[in-house]
T-cell receptor, first 114, second 117 residues
Framework: AQKVTQAQTEISVVEKEDVTLDCVYE???????LFWYKQPPSGELVFLIR??????QNEISGRYSWNFQKSTSSFNFTITASQVVDSAVYFC???????????FGPGTRLSVLP | EAGVAQSPRYKIIEKRQSVAFWCNPI?????LYWYQQILGQGPKLLIQ????????DSQLPKDRFSAERLKGVDSTLKIQPAKLEDSAVYLC???????????????FGPGTRLTVT
Protein backbone atom coordinates (compact mmCIF):
# COMPACT_ATOMS: atom_id res chain seq x y z
CA ALA A 1 0.00 0.00 0.00
CA GLN A 2 1.13 3.52 -0.69
CA LYS A 3 1.50 6.06 2.08
CA VAL A 4 2.70 9.64 2.48
CA THR A 5 3.75 11.05 5.84
CA GLN A 6 4.20 14.71 6.67
CA ALA A 7 5.29 14.72 10.27
CA GLN A 8 5.12 18.49 10.72
CA THR A 9 1.52 19.42 11.36
CA GLU A 10 2.12 23.15 11.74
CA ILE A 11 5.15 25.40 11.28
CA SER A 12 5.45 29.10 12.07
CA VAL A 13 8.31 31.24 10.85
CA VAL A 14 9.04 34.93 10.65
CA GLU A 15 9.18 36.52 7.23
CA LYS A 16 12.52 36.10 5.39
CA GLU A 17 13.40 32.94 7.29
CA ASP A 18 14.05 29.73 5.35
CA VAL A 19 11.75 26.80 6.06
CA THR A 20 11.83 23.12 5.06
CA LEU A 21 8.74 20.95 4.85
CA ASP A 22 9.36 17.24 5.21
CA CYS A 23 7.74 14.44 3.21
CA VAL A 24 8.40 10.72 3.61
CA TYR A 25 6.68 8.18 1.39
CA GLU A 26 6.16 4.43 1.18
CA UNK A 27 5.62 2.45 -1.99
CA UNK A 28 6.54 -0.95 -3.38
CA UNK A 29 6.63 0.37 -6.93
CA UNK A 30 9.91 1.14 -8.67
CA UNK A 31 8.30 3.75 -10.89
CA UNK A 32 6.20 6.42 -9.30
CA UNK A 33 5.67 10.18 -9.20
CA LEU A 34 5.85 12.61 -6.32
CA PHE A 35 4.14 15.97 -6.09
CA TRP A 36 3.83 19.04 -3.94
CA TYR A 37 0.63 21.06 -3.88
CA LYS A 38 -0.16 24.33 -2.10
CA GLN A 39 -3.59 25.05 -0.60
CA PRO A 40 -3.91 28.74 0.31
CA PRO A 41 -6.72 30.02 2.54
CA SER A 42 -8.94 30.36 -0.53
CA GLY A 43 -9.00 26.56 -0.65
CA GLU A 44 -7.98 25.81 -4.23
CA LEU A 45 -5.10 23.35 -4.54
CA VAL A 46 -2.24 24.62 -6.69
CA PHE A 47 0.28 22.32 -8.35
CA LEU A 48 3.92 23.16 -7.50
CA ILE A 49 6.12 20.34 -8.78
CA ARG A 50 6.20 16.79 -10.10
CA UNK A 51 9.20 14.47 -9.79
CA UNK A 52 9.50 10.94 -11.17
CA UNK A 53 11.29 8.18 -9.30
CA UNK A 54 14.17 8.01 -11.78
CA UNK A 55 15.10 11.65 -11.50
CA UNK A 56 16.88 12.43 -8.25
CA GLN A 57 18.21 15.79 -9.33
CA ASN A 58 17.31 18.54 -6.96
CA GLU A 59 15.25 21.31 -8.47
CA ILE A 60 15.11 25.01 -7.79
CA SER A 61 12.40 27.38 -8.93
CA GLY A 62 12.82 30.88 -7.63
CA ARG A 63 12.56 30.74 -3.84
CA TYR A 64 11.41 27.12 -3.94
CA SER A 65 13.67 24.07 -3.99
CA TRP A 66 13.07 20.37 -3.69
CA ASN A 67 15.37 17.62 -2.40
CA PHE A 68 14.45 14.10 -3.54
CA GLN A 69 16.37 11.27 -1.86
CA LYS A 70 15.27 7.81 -2.92
CA SER A 71 17.56 6.16 -0.35
CA THR A 72 15.55 7.68 2.49
CA SER A 73 12.21 7.84 0.62
CA SER A 74 12.02 11.56 1.20
CA PHE A 75 10.97 14.49 -0.95
CA ASN A 76 11.51 17.65 1.07
CA PHE A 77 10.49 21.16 0.08
CA THR A 78 12.38 24.31 1.08
CA ILE A 79 11.16 27.88 0.82
CA THR A 80 13.96 30.42 0.97
CA ALA A 81 13.34 33.90 2.33
CA SER A 82 9.73 33.11 3.16
CA GLN A 83 6.99 35.66 2.57
CA VAL A 84 3.59 36.17 4.14
CA VAL A 85 1.98 35.01 0.88
CA ASP A 86 3.60 31.61 1.41
CA SER A 87 1.20 30.98 4.29
CA ALA A 88 -0.84 27.94 3.26
CA VAL A 89 -1.22 24.23 3.77
CA TYR A 90 1.28 22.24 1.74
CA PHE A 91 0.58 18.68 0.64
CA CYS A 92 2.98 16.06 -0.58
CA UNK A 93 1.44 13.37 -2.81
CA UNK A 94 2.36 10.12 -4.55
CA UNK A 95 0.96 8.36 -7.60
CA UNK A 96 1.74 5.05 -9.24
CA UNK A 97 3.25 4.88 -12.71
CA UNK A 98 -0.01 4.27 -14.51
CA UNK A 99 -1.74 7.20 -12.91
CA UNK A 100 -3.58 5.26 -10.25
CA UNK A 101 -3.87 5.38 -6.49
CA UNK A 102 -3.14 9.06 -5.99
CA UNK A 103 -2.37 9.46 -2.28
CA PHE A 104 -2.01 12.76 -0.43
CA GLY A 105 -0.19 13.30 2.83
CA PRO A 106 -2.00 14.96 5.74
CA GLY A 107 -0.46 18.35 4.97
CA THR A 108 1.72 20.87 6.80
CA ARG A 109 0.23 24.23 7.72
CA LEU A 110 2.81 26.97 7.24
CA SER A 111 2.29 30.35 8.83
CA VAL A 112 4.68 33.12 7.85
CA LEU A 113 4.48 36.01 10.25
CA PRO A 114 5.36 39.57 9.24
CA GLU B 1 -7.68 28.77 -20.37
CA ALA B 2 -10.67 28.32 -18.09
CA GLY B 3 -10.08 26.31 -14.93
CA VAL B 4 -12.05 23.48 -13.40
CA ALA B 5 -15.55 24.64 -12.54
CA GLN B 6 -17.62 23.26 -9.69
CA SER B 7 -21.08 23.99 -8.37
CA PRO B 8 -22.54 24.67 -5.97
CA ARG B 9 -19.82 26.21 -3.81
CA TYR B 10 -21.69 25.59 -0.58
CA LYS B 11 -24.47 23.23 0.41
CA ILE B 12 -26.19 22.58 3.71
CA ILE B 13 -28.49 19.58 4.04
CA GLU B 14 -29.97 17.45 6.77
CA LYS B 15 -28.86 13.89 7.30
CA ARG B 16 -30.64 11.32 5.17
CA GLN B 17 -31.22 13.88 2.41
CA SER B 18 -29.58 13.56 -0.99
CA VAL B 19 -27.20 15.99 -2.69
CA ALA B 20 -25.44 16.28 -6.03
CA PHE B 21 -22.30 18.11 -7.08
CA TRP B 22 -21.31 19.10 -10.58
CA CYS B 23 -17.89 19.44 -12.17
CA ASN B 24 -16.76 20.74 -15.54
CA PRO B 25 -13.08 19.92 -16.17
CA ILE B 26 -10.58 21.88 -18.21
CA UNK B 27 -11.31 21.47 -21.91
CA UNK B 28 -9.43 18.56 -23.40
CA UNK B 29 -8.54 16.92 -20.09
CA UNK B 30 -9.31 13.22 -20.37
CA UNK B 31 -8.98 12.35 -16.71
CA LEU B 32 -11.30 13.56 -13.97
CA TYR B 33 -11.02 12.99 -10.23
CA TRP B 34 -13.34 13.47 -7.26
CA TYR B 35 -11.81 13.91 -3.82
CA GLN B 36 -13.23 14.26 -0.34
CA GLN B 37 -11.31 16.57 1.98
CA ILE B 38 -12.35 16.48 5.62
CA LEU B 39 -11.28 19.49 7.66
CA GLY B 40 -7.64 19.23 8.70
CA GLN B 41 -6.86 16.30 6.43
CA GLY B 42 -5.43 15.73 3.00
CA PRO B 43 -7.74 15.03 0.06
CA LYS B 44 -8.88 11.43 -0.29
CA LEU B 45 -9.51 10.10 -3.79
CA LEU B 46 -13.08 8.88 -4.24
CA ILE B 47 -13.19 8.09 -7.94
CA GLN B 48 -11.08 8.56 -11.05
CA UNK B 49 -12.44 8.62 -14.60
CA UNK B 50 -10.54 8.41 -17.84
CA UNK B 51 -12.85 9.73 -20.52
CA UNK B 52 -16.16 8.22 -19.40
CA UNK B 53 -14.74 5.01 -17.94
CA UNK B 54 -13.94 4.42 -14.25
CA UNK B 55 -10.23 3.83 -13.52
CA UNK B 56 -10.36 3.68 -9.73
CA ASP B 57 -13.33 3.76 -7.37
CA SER B 58 -11.87 1.61 -4.62
CA GLN B 59 -12.46 4.25 -1.93
CA LEU B 60 -15.94 5.30 -3.02
CA PRO B 61 -18.61 4.27 -0.44
CA LYS B 62 -20.80 2.71 -3.08
CA ASP B 63 -23.75 2.13 -0.78
CA ARG B 64 -24.38 5.89 -0.70
CA PHE B 65 -22.08 7.59 -3.20
CA SER B 66 -22.36 7.44 -6.97
CA ALA B 67 -20.66 9.30 -9.78
CA GLU B 68 -20.94 9.50 -13.52
CA ARG B 69 -19.16 11.30 -16.30
CA LEU B 70 -21.41 11.98 -19.21
CA LYS B 71 -19.83 11.87 -22.67
CA GLY B 72 -16.39 12.05 -21.09
CA VAL B 73 -16.74 15.70 -20.11
CA ASP B 74 -18.87 16.92 -17.17
CA SER B 75 -19.29 14.81 -14.08
CA THR B 76 -21.72 14.60 -11.18
CA LEU B 77 -21.14 13.13 -7.74
CA LYS B 78 -24.19 12.16 -5.68
CA ILE B 79 -24.66 11.24 -2.07
CA GLN B 80 -27.86 9.48 -1.05
CA PRO B 81 -28.60 9.38 1.85
CA ALA B 82 -26.13 11.76 3.47
CA LYS B 83 -24.61 11.13 6.88
CA LEU B 84 -23.08 13.57 9.34
CA GLU B 85 -19.60 12.24 8.55
CA ASP B 86 -20.01 13.26 4.91
CA SER B 87 -19.46 16.89 5.93
CA ALA B 88 -16.38 17.87 3.95
CA VAL B 89 -15.15 19.76 0.91
CA TYR B 90 -15.61 17.83 -2.32
CA LEU B 91 -12.91 18.63 -4.83
CA CYS B 92 -12.92 17.95 -8.52
CA UNK B 93 -9.67 17.83 -10.50
CA UNK B 94 -8.69 17.08 -14.06
CA UNK B 95 -5.52 16.20 -15.90
CA UNK B 96 -4.54 15.71 -19.51
CA UNK B 97 -2.79 12.93 -21.33
CA UNK B 98 0.59 13.64 -22.88
CA UNK B 99 2.12 11.34 -25.48
CA UNK B 100 -0.45 8.70 -24.62
CA UNK B 101 0.40 8.77 -20.92
CA UNK B 102 -1.30 10.51 -18.08
CA UNK B 103 0.40 13.83 -17.37
CA UNK B 104 -0.44 13.38 -13.71
CA UNK B 105 -0.44 17.08 -12.82
CA UNK B 106 -3.94 17.68 -11.57
CA UNK B 107 -5.72 20.99 -11.77
CA PHE B 108 -8.25 21.51 -9.02
CA GLY B 109 -11.54 23.32 -8.86
CA PRO B 110 -12.58 25.53 -5.92
CA GLY B 111 -14.51 22.72 -4.26
CA THR B 112 -17.99 22.34 -2.80
CA ARG B 113 -18.26 22.68 0.96
CA LEU B 114 -20.94 20.29 2.23
CA THR B 115 -22.39 20.57 5.72
CA VAL B 116 -24.68 17.79 6.91
CA THR B 117 -26.74 18.65 9.99
Amino acid sequence: AQKVTQAQTEISVVEKEDVTLDCVYETRDTTYYLFWYKQPPSGELVFLIRRNSFDEQNEISGRYSWNFQKSTSSFNFTITASQVVDSAVYFCALIRNYGQNFVFGPGTRLSVLP
Amino acid sequence: EAGVAQSPRYKIIEKRQSVAFWCNPISGHATLYWYQQILGQGPKLLIQFQNNGVVDDSQLPKDRFSAERLKGVDSTLKIQPAKLEDSAVYLCASSKIESGRLAYEQYFGPGTRLTVT
